[in-house]
C-alpha cells in the first residue's frame, strides 16, 4: 500500500491492523498527536501519526497499556522528561523483579545442595510481617490472605501474638510473589510449595527459572521499543531534546 503525506483514518488502520474506531480512540486518549481536520471534518492523519501509532503499540508489550499510555501522553504534552520518567521506572521495576528472582534462585539452589536432615533444622531470625513484606515489595494484606488460603504459616510469638516469618517461611514468601507475578495459580503453588517442604526443591526451581525466562523476553520487548521510540522522537519531537 502507497501512503501519501495527509493519511486517513482507515490507511492508519490497515498499516497496523487494528479498527478505525481503535485509531479514533488511540487519537483520543494521547497515544497519538491531535489530527488536523479537512473543510469537511475529516481527521488528517500524517506520517508522524502513523509512528505514533506503530511506536505505541510496540511498547504495550513491553510496558503494559496503561504504562505506555501514560508515556505517549506525556510526549505528545511536550514533556519529555515526566515520558522518560516512566521509562526508567518500568526499567528500575523489570530490575528488581530480575534480583528477586536470582536471589531466590541462589536460595533455592543452596537448599538443594543441602542434606535433608539439615533443610527443616537451619536455625534462622524471624521476620515480623510488616518486614517481611518490605522485603518483597507487596502489602501485608496480601501476606494475610496468602496465609488464610493456606500457603504461609508464620509462628506466633508467644506474648504479643505477632506473626513471624522464619528462614523457610520466606523461601516459601519469595516463591509465592514470583509465581503469583507470572501468572499462577494457587493450586500450582501450592504444589511447588509442597515439593519445597517435602525436601525437593527442584520444581520450584524449574518455575523460577520459567519467571526469570519470561523477565528476559519482557526486557527484550523493551529495548525493542525503546528503538522505536529514540526514533521517533528524534524525526518528529526533537525539538523537546
Not at 214 to 238: D, I, K, P
Amino acid at each position: 500500500m502507497v501512503l501519501h503525506d495527509s493519511l486517513r483514518t482507515i490507511d492508519l488502520a490497515r498499516a497496523t491492523g487494528i479498527s478505525v474506531q481503535q485509531v479514533r480512540n488511540y487519537e483520543a486518549w494521547g497515544l497519538l498527536p491531535a489530527a488536523s481536520r479537512s473543510k469537511r471534518g475529516y481527521r488528517l492523519y500524517t506520517q508522524r501519526h502513523l509512528a505514533a501509532l506503530k511506536t505505541a503499540r510496540g511498547m504495550i508489550g513491553g510496558y503494559s497499556w496503561q504504562r505506555t499510555l501514560a508515556i505517549m501522553q506525556a510526549l505528545h504534552q511536550g514533556d519529555l522528561s515526566a515520558s522518560l520518567s516512566l521509562i526508567d521506572s518500568r526499567h528500575a521495576e523489570l530490575a528488581n523483579k530480575r534480583l528477586q528472582v536470582e536471589q531466590t534462585l541462589s536460595a533455592l539452589h543452596a537448599l538443594a545442595a543441602q542434606p535433608a536432615s539439615l533443610q527443616s533444622a537451619h536455625p534462622s531470625q524471624s521476620l515480623r510481617v510488616g518486614e517481611a513484606a518490605r522485603q518483597v515489595g507487596v502489602r501485608v494484606s496480601a501476606l494475610h490472605f496468602w496465609e488464610q488460603q493456606g500457603l504461609l504459616h508464620p509462628v506466633r510469638e508467644q506474648d504479643s501474638r505477632y506473626r513471624l516469618y522464619n528462614e523457610q517461611e520466606m523461601h516459601r514468601l519469595r516463591v509465592i510473589v514470583l509465581l503469583r507475578e507470572a501468572g499462577y495459580n494457587f493450586d500450582v503453588i501450592q504444589s511447588v510449595l509442597d515439593e519445597l517442604a517435602a525436601g525437593r526443591p527442584e520444581k520450584a526451581i524449574v518455575m523460577v527459572e520459567k519467571r526469570r525466562e519470561e523477565l528476559t523476553r519482557t526486557s527484550w520487548l523493551c529495548v525493542e521499543a525503546m528503538a522505536n521510540f529514540q526514533r521517533y522522537v528524534h524525526e518528529f519531537c526533537g525539538e523537546l531534546l
